[in-house]
């Protein structure tokens, strides 16, 4: 078992920025990807930015050069740092950590971009 706490997020004018952060904990051993994605109102769920154990990240091309992905081992944390925020970026926010083959997910939290 995973467990994931997310925090960050919430509401700010266009052009702003917000940090996620996720923290997890349990089972992690061979934990070999982390990753962000999100769920806008009658959209599916699509990948924001992951990054894997190796070192490789990837990122929707909607927000390259804007978001960035990152961790902190020793905290067992990932974060993501979104910068030049657009209305369009408003969506739940969910963390995900992937161990071997199997994804858990955190709770999710609303961000909202005003314009």
């Known amino acids: 078992q995973v467990q994931l706490v997310e925090s960050g997020g919430g509401l700010v004018q266009a052009g702003g920025s917000l940090r996620r952060s996720c923290a997890y904990s349990?089972?992690?051993?061979?934990?070999?990807?982390r990753g962000w994605f999100r769920q806008a109102p009658g959209k599916q769920r699509e990948l924001v930015a992951t990054?894997?154990?190796?070192?490789?990240?990837n990122y929707a091309d909607s927000v390259k050069g804007r978001f960035t992905i990152s961790r902190d081992n020793a905290k067992n944390t990932v974060y993501l740092q979104m910068n030049s925020l657009k209305p369009e970026d408003t969506a739940v926010y969910y963390c995900?950590?992937?161990?071997?083959?199997?994804?858990?997910w955190g709770q999710g939290t609303q961000v909202t971009v005003s314009s």
């Open positions: 995900n950590i992937r161990v071997l083959r199997f994804d858990s």
């Open positions: 349990g089972s992690i051993f061979g934990l070999n990807r």
């Open positions: 990054a894997t154990s190796g070192g490789s990240t």
